[in-house]
Each structure stands twice: as C-alpha cells, then as structure tokens.
C-alpha cells in the first residue's frame, strides 16, 4: 500500500543535484506521492516547475513561513494569491504559515518586533486562505495558543487546517479536535521521549491521522540525528501501525484517504 509524505522540502535536494535519486528512494519505499510544502517565494516556481515535471507525484503548497518574515513581507507575499488562478498545476494548500517563538532574537525589543510582523504576515496569509478555499499548512512553534487564536478570528474553516510536525500533547490536540481542526506528525512520533506527541496521535485517531517527514529534518528512528528524505516515512508508518495496533497495510490506507480527502489530491 502507497505513502503519502504530507510535508517535506525538497529545494535543498534540488540545488544539491540529489533530488531524482531522492525521488526514486521514495518510490523504492512505496511513498507515491510526496507534497513539498513552501517557505519563501524562492521555492514557490520551483516547486511549481517539479509539479509539473514530476505530475501525479509532487504536488505543492505555496506560504511564508514564520521564519521567512522579514521587514518586506508584504512585497514578498504580493505575488502569493496568484498561484491559486494561474495555470496548473496549481497548489494544494497555503503554507507552512504561522508563529515561532524558538527562533525570536535574543533582544527582548528586537524579538518582539519580529513577532509582531509574524502575526501580521499570519493574519494576511489566513485572509488569504479564507477568501481562495484552501487547506492551511500551520507551522507552530513555542506559540500554540496564540496560533489557536488567531485562527479563530480568521473565520478559516477550521476543517481545512493541519498543524504540521504536532509537538505539542493531548490536550491541545483536543483544543483543534473540537475546532474541526487536525494535527500531522513526523518522526518526532518515533522517539523515545515523545510519550505526548504520542498520546496526541492517539487522542486524535487513525480516521485523521496524517504523517510527514519534515524533510530534510527530523528523521525517524533508526535514522535519528540524520539528514532526512521523503522515504524515511515508511519508518514513522510501521512504526505509527504497531502503536495504533493495526497492520501496515491498513495504516497506510488510513493515512493515503485522510491526505488526499484534506489536500483534494486526485
């Protein structure tokens, strides 16, 4: 049974001259569709153009992520909405867009500029979202409540909104169970301190379980500490099949319905 990797970058791949021998791995591993996922409007055409090169197997989404924001957000972003009129292959969804608060400047002024153009670039990216009919791709660091808020007062439709790499415990996964609202999990899920990110999962249940490799970050056991690639989530699924006790076939089933129902892949 195919794997969908719901979240991976595949630029630095790209420009290392690595990328078809990635592709190819994860075919080799039974992943047969992969969705690189945008940052900054430099991966935005690429993506695009291996789209459409790699048709049916790469698909894409196009944000900026929080990291990404800098003082010209605004013109960075200008071109963003564009994406989701023009010609095919068009995007699956806005993202990663979000908050990180890992990352602020040591400056405690300095940080909270930074910041604040973060919720300003969330805030138009959700807009955004709202007014194209897209999934969300969030990214949530250290700022989950505030995220959680934020979305509220977008009215996006909490149904079309993942929070990638879900680090964060049962209880705030029950925070987006009862928005309609879903979390994604990498190979973060197979570690051994990760008891909440694992209790999360199960909290959450197969019938929406998603799985993604963040590549190429955080890689799963037994590649921990590793450079990670789109086929390593075979890993985070056998491993995700023994903790929700069915078989493998069945686990990547659940996980291939629930990406292609959220992201409306063919």
């Known amino acids: 049974m195919a794997l969908i990797d719901t979240h991976t970058h595949l630029d630095a791949f790209h420009r290392r001259g690595e ?18 996922i945008g940052t900054e409007p430099a991966d935005w055409t690429l993506y695009r153009d291996l ?36 010609e095919a292959p068009r995007p699956v969804g806005l993202g990663e867009i979000g908050l990180d608060r890992f990352h602020l400047p040591a400056e405690a002024a300095e940080a909270e500029e930074v910041f604040a153009r973060q919720r300003a670039a969330f805030a138009a990216g959700l807009k955004i979202a709202r007014r194209v009919g897209v999934p969300v791709v969030v990214h949530s660091r250290g700022a ?13 439709d909490w149904s079309r909104v993942v929070f990638h790499c879900f680090s964060e415990g049962a ?12 979390g994604s999990f990498t190979g973060v899920i197979t ?15 197969l019938a929406r379980l998603m799985i993604e490799t963040d590549a190429p970050y955080l890689a799963p056991v037994p590649h921990r500490g590793k450079p990670n690639e789109p086929a390593y989530v075979r890993y985070t699924a056998e491993y995700c099949a023994g903790l929700f006790g069915v078989s493998y076939d069945e686990l990547a089933a659940a996980t291939k319905k629930n990406a292609t129902d959220f992201f409306g892949l063919p």
């Open 171 to 182: 209880e705030e996964m029950n925070t987006l169970i009862q928005r309609g609202g879903r």
């Open 144 to 156: 989950f409540r505030e995220c959680v808020g934020m979305i509220d007062e977008s009215g996006v």
């Open 51 to 86: 789209a459409r090169a790699h048709s049916g197997a790469v698909h894409y989404t196009v944000g900026l992520h929080p990291c990404s924001v800098a003082a010209n957000w605004e013109e960075a972003t200008a071109p963003l909405e564009a994406f989701f009129t023009s």
């Open 19 to 36: 990328l078809p021998a990635v592709l190819e791995r994860a075919r080799a591993a039974g992943v047969e569709t992969m969705i690189a």
């Open 191 to 205: 570690y051994k301190n990760a008891e909440g990110v694992r209790a999360a999962a199960k909290a959450q249940g």
